[in-house]
């Protein structure tokens, strides 16, 4: 656990950077601290390894004061990743990431070893061991940045925006990549950014910093979103945090309905009286193996002669699909919204249809979870 | 030079030990002293004035002051003191060397980007161990840059030094050749100096090559050799300008 009791720092210039701050960071979650530019979050993260050190106030990690270690000491014991990767020009990858090992003394095969196995956790090729940090893409790079703050296995990591450099696409598998390690290393995480979707898809909890350098509200992201304390927290967190709350409820929660759901072998004829029983004006059409084919609406089913079968109507795109089990209600939403018949397709995860989602069962599931806690802290993720 | 051949080669093989060779040798050791002890102060000085920057606009005065006097002038200066020993000739050379080798190493301890200064900080280096495992290898290329002007344009200063009588080549061109009205020395004495210059240079590229192999392929490195190339042209017949293109490959 890292304790900020009464921490404050102010910089020569006479800039107050933080602001009398109070916070616990758990040990083996991640903390994320988010707030708009220059409220003080790099200053507060490297206060923790003494690379900033405070005006008044004390920090703990794991109980102890650390203005009672060597700062170099300390260091070696706390990862740090930043934005540019930092990565030392002159050394290969291998050695970059071996770089704590080294500076602990460890021999040289024992570290590069070390090193190896970093780059194999972090999803680098073996054959990159042996390149300059400015052969590697951005992406390449901040994976070796990551590699080498863990490379001595410590307990604490400081990340300061480490993937805001990258673009979206390599952003979110570096996201999904730290998401995966940190559910098997379970180290003591403290991320920083700008970016309130990548806070909330990381963080266990969020701090929220205001200008100044004082927190303006620490709570879980379900609670964060749902509860902001007040005018500045909303809007930092975006005015479409109900829809991003959406992410925090399961999409089991809603009833797929099968009524509206037909064989392509179906006739015209028999679709149209199931369409106007269920009072729905669109049916989907799934195959032989239920899996989805296309939307038909009833007046297609009008127009056509009753004794074809549905299979070979004019049929509409189907778009997007949400699995129900694993799927959030956001994602149901979206589908829902980029469907043609504004209608979410839900399915198993062999892509089978379970059965569809219509809009006034959308509405009402996300009106009841408007006043309802969120039945999990943690967002629900899909594979997909 | 009257009737003469512009060479004679029976002089040339008659010579050839002495004072052909002596002075050959004269030569290198009235140079390579000098960068040695150039590089001596210039490192660690250079460290200090990147460490504490407001130091460095006072050192690179003092050292431009020093490159602008004369050779001819120091060494005739320093005569009562070190009398015809090599140090007249050392001493000032080695002086010269500064105003080259220092803002090179300044430049190339700038040149280390804050973020990998900061990430070595984070990692846990001390700042010995930070500016003898980080800093000075990445500053290397643009310091070997200044190390090769300067190592050309002391191999060529030395022949001024034999003006005053102190050996080398221009020894060689001075009173075999000026005096007797003899061109065959002063082309040999010439030649021997140039093929010097470039045996030297070359072979501080391949050490660069050995030293520095993060920067094979990449493009910052090969602008730099190609500045180092232009300043070698140089030479050092106007010292008090050169400064300036000097200053010029510093930004
Ligand atoms: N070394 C310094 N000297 C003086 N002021 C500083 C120093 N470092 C930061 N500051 C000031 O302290 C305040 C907080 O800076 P800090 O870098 O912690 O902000 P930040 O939240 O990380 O901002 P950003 O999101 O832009 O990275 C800013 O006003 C900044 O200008
Ligand atoms: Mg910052």
């Known amino acids: 656990m890292i304790t900020f009791t009464g921490i404050t720092k102010r910089y020569p210039d006479g800039t107050i950077a933080v602001d009398d701050l109070d916070i616990e960071i ?156 940190q559910a098997e290393l379970h180290k003591t995480i403290v991320f920083v950014t700008h970016d309130i979707d990548e806070a909330v898809k990381l963080g266990d909890s969020i701090a929220v910093f205001r200008p100044g350098g004082k927190l303006a509200q620490l709570d879980t992201p379900e609670r964060l979103l749902a509860n902001p304390v007040d005018s500045f927290v909303e809007g930092f967190i975006g005015y479409d945090r109900g829809v991003r709350r959406l992410s925090f409820f399961p999409a089991r929660l809603l009833t797929p309905r099968t009524d509206t759901v037909v064989g392509d072998d179906v006739q015209a004829g028999r679709a149209r009286e199931l369409a106007l029983r269920s009072g729905e004006p669109w049916l989907l059409v799934v195959d032989g193996e239920r899996g989805p084919r296309g939307w038909v609406s009833t007046e297609t089913l009008g127009a056509a002669d009753p004794g074809t079968v549905v299979g070979s109507l004019d049929l509409v795109d189907y778009g997007h699909v949400f699995t129900v089990e694993t799927d959030s209600l956001r994602a149901a939403l979206d589908a829902a919204v980029l469907s043609p018949a504004g209608r979410a397709v839900g399915v198993d995860a062999d892509g089978r249809v379970v059965g569809v989602v219509a809009q006034s069962e959308l509405g009402s599931a996300i009106w009841s979870v408007g006043a309802e806690e969120a039945p999990t802290a943690e967002p629900v993720r899909s594979d997909g | 030079m009257g009737d003469q051949p512009l060479i004679r080669w029976d002089w040339i093989a008659r010579n050839w030990d002495d004072p052909v060779g002596t002075r050959l040798l004269e030569h290198i050791q009235l140079a390579l002293v000098p960068i040695l002890i150039g590089l001596l102060i210039a490192v660690p000085l250079g460290v200090v004035c990147a460490r504490w920057r407001w130091l460095y606009p006072s050192v690179f005065t003092g050292v431009n002051i020093l490159y602008a006097v004369p050779s001819i002038a120091l060494f005739f200066l320093l005569l009562p003191y070190t009398g015809f020993t090599q140090w007249t000739a050392i001493i000032p050379l080695s002086l010269y060397t500064l105003a080259i080798l220092v803002p090179n190493v300044v430049d190339g301890l700038y040149q280390v980007p804050q973020h990998v200064r900061q990430a070595a900080i984070a990692m846990g280096f001390s700042p010995l161990r930070r500016l003898i495992q980080v800093e000075l290898p990445i500053a290397l290329p643009v310091a070997i840059a200044g190390l090769r002007v300067a190592a050309v344009a002391t191999i060529s200063m030395v022949s001024v030094a034999s003006l005053v009588g102190l050996g080398g080549l221009g020894q060689l061109i001075l009173t075999d050749g000026f005096r007797r009205q003899f061109p065959t020395p002063i082309i040999v004495g010439i030649v021997l100096s140039v093929l010097l210059a470039f045996l030297v240079d070359g072979l501080l590229v391949l050490m660069q090559r050995l030293l520095t192999p993060w920067t094979r392929g990449s493009e910052r490195a090969a602008r730099r050799t190609s500045a180092a190339r232009r300043e070698a042209g140089a030479g050092t017949t106007a010292p008090a300008t050169d400064t300036g293109s000097r200053r010029a490959e510093a930004t």
């Open chain 1, 26 to 181: 758990p040990a083996g979650r991640t903390t994320v601290f988010v707030g708009p530019s220059g409220c003080g979050k790099t200053t507060s993260l490297r206060m923790i390894n003494r690379m900033v050190e405070p005006t008044t106030g004390l920090i703990t990690v794991e109980g102890q004061d650390i203005r009672d270690r060597d700062p170099a000491v300390l260091r070696r014991s706390i990862g740090y990743v930043i934005q540019q990767a930092g990565l030392f020009p002159h050394r290969t990858i291998v050695d970059n990431i071996a770089t704590v090992p080294f500076l602990l003394g460890w021999g040289k095969p024992r570290a590069r070893a070390r090193a190896r196995e970093l780059m194999e956790l972090v999803g680098l090729q073996p054959e990159q061991a042996k390149r300059y940090p400015h052969q590697l893409s951005g992406g390449q790079q901040q994976r070796v940045g990551v590699a080498r703050a863990l490379a001595a296995d410590p307990p604490v990591l400081l990340m300061d925006e480490p993937f805001s450099a990258v673009d979206p696409v390599v952003r979110t598998s570096l996201q999904d990549e730290l998401i995966r390690l």
